[in-house]
């Protein structure tokens, strides 16, 4: 699909204040969708281990925070490979035609100390509505490499047929009539989530680049990038994220005009990743531009229906997504809801706990799939 980008207007782009609410992604590396089920007198317990998500967080308002996660079906994990396969076939969860679970919150409401977010949950082609119980165990902590983390503690109970998942012997004729009928029906769920978004003002790792793009301005170095990606189209197939972070900073510095161009070129060079539009997107809600911020998160959504920050930046921007696929999870997205909108988003990510700094792969060498990298410090040295 051909990109076609909104013309930069350096005059419509006034610098607005940021948005009062946070992006938070979730780490899957810390963070555990753990669940127990009786069978045969004795709880099995597992848990999901390919879980993704988004965090819209907004202290002090619970009703302005959101939540959406998308789980991985064929991820479950109980200790035993045999007894996973069959969770995993159409006995049970039918990952092969139902591949993810989702989860989006409709309203968070505060309780005392503690909070209740319901939403609709789909899973195994089946979406019920479901109220989870949870508390933020402690305040967000600014991590030593740069990262804020955010933790949340929840735990809900559903009922297996309330989903389709009934069990049988189809794939597995070991599971005979006595371990069908002493399957419980009623599955504890427990979560334990942490939240993490990079502080590019903390980490200091862009901050030559950003003395000389302040300095010179993107222009030069968007002509050479374009030059650079043009010879060599894979030399920044791993900078997606940088040029995030790296927009995010003049951003914060009221470069705006500069950061906007820079994630066009994002979108220009990583056309296919869902991730480039969403960043986009979130740059042009924070400057104001309502109607370029809805554009891209359409984009980034017929990319992939279930990247979960451009969900939620549709969630905000009043963009009304409907499901076209409910037994697998997917959405799209149908057209602007006013209503909506007067009532009121990692594979390419980096590890954020990482010392080292960020990578960029090194222009110089003509491989396609080079592993030389140079450290992102040095991008405007090649680029400007």
Known sequence: MRILLAPLVGAALAVSPP?????????????????????????????????????????????????????????????????????????????????????????????????AVTGPLTMHGVTRTVVIPFRETMRPVADPHGSTLAFFSGHLRIARKDFGILGGSKYNDWFDALRSATMADSVDISLEVTGWDADVERTHRYDATLVKLETAGVGPTLTRLRSLL?????????????????ARGL???????????????????????????????????????????????????????LDTRAL???????????????????????????????????????????????????PSRRGARDTDALRVDHLAHHTT
């Open 19 to 115: 948005a009062p609410v946070r992006e938070f992604r979730i780490d899957a590396g810390h963070s555990d969708v753990a669940f127990s089920i009786g069978f045969l007198g004795h709880p099995v317990r597992g848990r999901f281990d390919d879980v993704r998500g988004t965090i819209i967080y907004a202290p002090g308002n619970a009703a302005a925070s959101a939540v959406t996660v998308v789980i991985g079906a064929k991820s479950i994990a109980t200790g035993s490979a045999h007894r996973d396969e069959h969770l995993r076939s159409p006995d049970f969860f039918d990952v092969a035609k139902y591949p993810v679970i989702v989860f989006r919150s409709a309203t968070i409401v505060a309780r005392g100390d503690s909070f």
């Open 230 to 246: 043009a010879q060599y189209p894979d030399s920044l197939r791993d900078a997606r994220y940088d040029l995030e972070q790296i």
């Open 251 to 305: 951003q914060q510095r009221e470069r705006t005009a500069d950061a906007i161009a820079l994630l066009q070129f994002g979108v220009e060079a990583f056309s296919g990743d869902a991730s480039a539009h969403a960043a986009l997107a979130r740059a042009f809600e924070l400057a104001g531009d309502v109607s370029s911020a809805r554009d891209q998160t359409t984009r980034a959504l017929a990319l992939d229906s």
């Open 312 to 362: 939620e930046l549709a969630r905000r921007l009043g963009l009304k997504v409907v499901s076209t696929n409910e037994h697998a999870g997917k959405h799209v997205l149908l057209q602007h809801d006013q209503d909506a909108h007067e009532r009121r988003e990692r594979e390419a990510m980096k590890e954020h706990e990482s010392k080292d700094p960020p990578l960029v792969p090194d």
